[in-house]
């Protein structure tokens, strides 16, 4: 194949996946404008247009999507081999960066790393918490770990923790005059303390399930927050009853300063995952953190 059409090719690729000529000409070196034209090269030497471009977006065409789909594995196959080669000569060194949420953070993120750092000083792990889901790629970030309910299909997701189950939780002093709920319902009549979630824009829907039955339910109460650790002390206060991951409460619950309740409605789902795109050429440092952090049942 000629030199010039490989280029072609890579260009195409570049700008089809990121959307964008300019984002793509800043990934490969070149101006927007060599890149435009290296593109209507390609689509006039193969006679069909590829891509879709209007002055705020582009999109590949249903023969550029056809053609970005048979070639990109065949590229991405060549970077994996060149990447494989560097690791026999480099040893596992560089930044690895993280986004997560607090809890996965506090209770398996950092438990692995503390592990794996001391054994490799030239490893650099930047965890980034934040209750939004990042767009890891945009954000430039490596991996981002979130429940693999919630990870897009395009990611590859290896799991790194057991399943969980929420809690509904508060203490003791708070039920000490009222009765604990006995089904999702009878939340109505307690005070609860929401929890904000960015992603979605408004409070979190308390998730529910028995028997096959799934329920969403809307709480009330004085008290919204946008952080977990802060519903989990208000729960300890006496604030109200408080809906979190199951292992965040634990030690409250067996030390009696936090009362469960429904948890014959809180079923378990599928836990944290770490995701990063399929796409992502896994340098020795990123495949020692993977490996640190995938779960062994």
């Not at 919630?150 to 809690?167: E, H, S």
């Not at 650790?229 to 009853?241: C, E, F, K, S, Y």
Request: proline letters at 6%.
């Amino acid at each position: 194949m000629r030199r010039d059409i490989m280029s072609d090719l890579i260009a195409f690729l570049a700008v089809g996946r990121e959307r964008s000529f300019t984002r793509a000409a800043g990934q490969l070196g070149v101006s927007p404008s060599a890149l435009s034209h290296a593109l209507r090269g390609l689509e006039e030497r193969v006679g069909v247009r590829l891509l879709t471009r209007t002055t705020r977006s582009v999109a590949p065409t249903e023969a550029g999507e056809r053609l970005l789909n048979a070639i990109a594995p065949h590229f991405d196959g060549i970077e994996a081999e060149l990447a494989q080669l560097n690791e026999l000569r480099d040893k596992p060194a560089g930044t690895i960066r993280i986004t997560s949420g607090l809890d996965a953070a506090e209770t398996i993120l950092w438990p692995a790393l503390a592990r794996l750092l001391p054994d490799y000083p030239d490893i650099k792990v930047e965890i980034s918490v934040d209750l939004a889901l990042v767009d890891i790629v945009a954000e430039r970030f490596d991996a981002g770990v979130r429940l693999g309910e919630t990870i897009a299909q395009d990611m590859v997701a290896v799991r790194i923790g057991p399943d969980m189950r929420m809690a509904a939780v508060a203490s003791p002093a708070y039920f000490a005059d009222r009765k604990p709920p006995l089904t999702p319902h009878e939340l109505a009549e307690h005070d609860c303390v929401n929890l904000r979630l960015p992603t979605r824009g408004g409070l979190y829907a308390w998730e529910f399930e028995k028997e096959g039955r799934a329920l969403n339910v809307r709480v009330e109460g004085q008290l919204i927050v946008n952080d977990i650790t802060l519903a989990r002390q208000a729960a300890l206060d006496g604030a109200g009853i408080t809906y979190l991951p199951d292992d965040y409460v634990k030690a409250g619950i067996e030390a009696g300063s936090l009362v469960r309740v429904l948890g014959d409605w809180s079923p378990s789902f599928p836990g944290y995952h770490l995701y990063y795109p399929s796409r992502r050429q896994q340098s020795a440092a990123f495949a020692l953190v993977v490996a640190a952090l995938r779960h062994r049942d």
